[in-house]
């Protein structure tokens, strides 16, 4: 696992690599608070991933939470790795609509995971 | 996929059957003969699931349990615990331990890799 | 692999029993040294665990009682005191006997410590016993019935993750199982504050549409299912036709999720339910999507259901079936009748339009028999039942092996078929099979096996019966058959031929031979169940290894192929499964056999029937006639007659009520000209004659 941090004007952008599993959770959410904290906007990119599993996908939609509650944007970039689709894809996670707390309409299962 | 599998039993003859039957599956095996060498090789090295009897001398096997949830790369391995149908207490133990699940002797090597490939996924 | 295994449990069962010897003599010495009782439970432990699961059942159920009342020594509710360790090492030396194979002179030693280790149980005296542990379940229970759909709610404990479990592993493992949704339900995720990330947060609505049962899906759980909350209902069981789930309003009341009032407020507002429901905060949009799955999967789990029927078969009244036979039957006679009148005329494009109808007809008959042919796996599966039920109670264990289900034989073969086989399992259970104590003093698995058998070959089905059972005792049936008087004590027959024996009215009437031949009354019926379907029957078997019963079978009942033969101006068909070959038989052989109806045919003394006197037909036989030579369950009988025309395809007609029960005969058919044959029961005329043989 191995994080960077890059600021590009405003939106704050985190790479992730390794294995997004378990083993790394803590540091993972201490990643994800940390940008948050940074920034109003957060693109989450991803680069030579090798496991992930369900808490990274819980993560994911804590962060998304967290992002819409404090008027911030989530957004995850494309490609994805091919682990994490699967892993979203498995554990069902692929939404139609948003839950009640996407008021941005910006729920981060609808698109990309097929 | 190169899966390593140590399976922890004082039985000589289960060792070898529990060893055999999960080579001949593609897996790779370590043997220990109780709790307390399982731990010794353990150090170093990492394993992706533990098969363990209970009944062991120096270290059994609910002691072997409580010690590797403790150790942060053990924390989340499977572990599965061999019982005979007289242990039901034991087995409660076990899972407290933070056993994933168990196998009961006597059971076929089909048993063994079908429990093995549950849990390993 | 398996023997390697069992010698390496001897060795270390040595090993362990020396070792046990040597604490158990310390223990006497020092009867509280804590060490010491822990060395002799875990030694008796592994021995006995060790060795139920390479084969030695014995030696575990015996094991366990000397285990169980270490166990409450090291809990300190029972006392090291010399009669307990005289018994433990009488048990050793048992222990020790057993590996060794050899039974010891007194057997009554092991009750004896059995009842020792009993006695020393506080309490309830001799009550601990619990057998070797239960066979683990077979393959038999993966029986797949209808694919239904299940929506199963599975929550799991937040800390799951602590006991090394995955719940994407167990997802996984369901996908495996059928067709499979899922719906993850992400309501309970905190805030990134406040999450702990080794937790667990989330469950799942899962849909399964699979035909592996409740059972397999709870398997799939079976670890988890203690900490989890877990809900599995069946939501369609296979069999709707129509392909209108329920509405989106209707399967979140039948969840619970939404009340019943509140859809019908809903409804009234006309609003797109869905909608709706999220917008008033009704329900979850987790929960809503969760609906539309459970509405999509069964939807589809229906329409496919649909279209595999619409696609692969309709459904026809068997009746319709039989008439449509019974019509190509009269066409094949028709067409022969063509055929041979094509030939009388010799015109060269009638011969053309009659081999143009010679050939559809055969296609035509064979597509019209195959319509009526079924898999036999539809009657086996019952037989799973059977077996499972019987077993428990007749006290056996017992497991039943199927194979070639995909076998095809004529409906009409099958539903007669059903009768004999439930009969001949019985036998096999009932005095084939041991007891589980018996056969593990045999040396033999606790659990019997029995195999029934379908396989093709050429025009007949081969089913077959096995058991490793006690098997027939030769001896036995041999006794019985000089005691009624139909085997001249000195005779040497064959096996088969003895065995065959079983199979006649009257022999196996008395209970007490019953016993000792390990066969059940009633052979004599599935015999003639078998040969009124033109079949035969066959036993053989190895005392003390099991009996092998092999049932051979024509595909189908309705044509057979049959040899053609003359008496006087009158026609009969021999079916061609029972006849072996056909040769002369002269005046002056008949009159060297000195008023014996005795052939000789390649140096074998064959009997034979002389129809013509059978039958009662007037008129003198030819100087040369002719012996159709028939050979069923071993022995050949020949059938005399004036003439051998040759082979024919042989439509069955059965007879009318007044002619159906004529002896040694067993229906008719009509040849190309019209004329009637009638169907020889080769297997009814060659009985009268067995009898006689003797005399």
Redesign the interface.
Known sequence: MDMKKKVASKTEVVTFSGDLTIENAQELQKILLAAMDNAAELLLTFENVTATDLTFVQLLCSAHRTAVRSDKIMKLASPRPEVLMAAVRETGFIREKGCILDTQASCIWKEGWQ | MGKVIMTVD?????R??VS?TLQAAGYEVITAVDGRDALGKLNGQPVHLVITDL???NLDGIGLIRQL?ADARC?????IM?T???QVEKKQEG?AA?????I?????PE?LVAVVK???? | MKDKNREAYKEEAYELLAELEESLLALEASPEDEELIGRVFRAMHTIKGSGAMFGFEDIASFTHEVETVFDLVRDGQVRVTKDLVDLSLAARDEIRAMLEGDEPEDVHQRPGIIAGFRGLIPGAAGEAGSGPAPAPPGEEDSWAGAPATYRIRFRPAADIFLSGANPCHLLNELRQLGDFNVVAQTEAIPFLADINPERCYTSWDLFLTTSRGFDAIADVFIFVADDSELDIQMIDDGTADRGDYKKLGEILVARGDLDEDSLTRLLAQRQLIGEALISTGLVSGDKVESALVEQRHVRAAQKKRQENEGAASIRVPSAKLDKLVDLVGELVTVQARLSQTAINFQDSQLTAIAEEVERLTGDLRDNALNMRMLPIGTIFSKFQRLVRDLSGELGRQVGLITAGAETELDKTVLERLNDPLVHLLRNSLDHGIESPEVRVQLGKPARGKISLTASHAGAQVIIRVQDDGRGLDQEAIRAKAVQLGWLAPEVEISDKELFSFIMSPGFSTAREVTSVSGRGVGMDVVKKAIEALQGSIEIDSQKGVGTSITIKLPLTLAIIEGLLVTIEEDYFVVPLSVVTECVELTREDVARAHGHKMARVRDEIVPYVHLRERFAMEGLPPAIEQIVITEMNGSKVGLVVDQVIGEQQTVIKSLGRVYRHVAGISGATLLGDGTVALILDAAQLVQGQAGELLN
């Open positions: 004082d039985s000589a003859s289960v070898q059957m055999f009944n062991m001398p949830r924390k989340f391995i499977p572990i061999l005979t149908e007289s899972k933070g056993a994933t699940g168990w009961v002797k006597p059971f076929q048993q549950k849990v390993l996924g």
